[in-house]
């Protein structure tokens, strides 16, 4: 008798220990190292809902603006949400619910037109202006 119950324990805990395991969220950590495996930071937006995963990569080492590799996790499910590369690019948080993409074309020179995308992470939406 006894020796049934242990089995019975036992075994109910191993099945409880896959549900666990099987549901777990990853996290942005895990995201961004497999993504990118080094050389790449997390900014958490003010809310701490998402995360801004960026990567920099410069063609050579006398290119001014590298192209920024990135992605927006959202850390409660546990997924990205919006991804993309742009060259010559810098992106960081705008506010708590929206990302800037910000490009120069080639060499910077005054009052040159800069490009700015903002993407709304929930509306999901990219809306792009011409700065001057």
Not at 5 to 34: D, H, I, Y
Not at 70 to 82: A, K, R, T
Not at 85 to 90: G, N, Q
Request: aromatic residues 10%; hydrophobic residues 35%; proline residues 5%.
């Amino acid at each position: 008798m006894y020796i049934l119950v242990s089995m019975v324990l036992f075994s109910c805990n191993q099945g409880n220990q896959q549900v666990t395991q099987a549901s777990a969220v990853p996290t942005v950590e895990e995201t961004a190292k497999e993504k990118f495996t080094t050389e790449y930071e997390i900014e958490m937006n003010n809310s701490r809902s998402h995360a801004l995963v960026t990567k920099p990569v410069r063609a050579n080492p006398n290119q001014l603006k590298p192209t920024i590799y990135f992605f927006v996790f959202d850390i409660e499910n546990g997924q990205i949400i919006y991804e993309n590369e742009i060259p010559k690019a810098t992106v960081s948080w705008l506010n708590d619910t929206e990302v800037l993409m910000q490009t120069e074309p080639g060499v910077y020179q005054p009052n040159m037109d800069a490009t700015r995308i903002i993407y709304n992470i929930v509306e999901k939406k990219e809306k792009a202006y011409i700065s001057r």
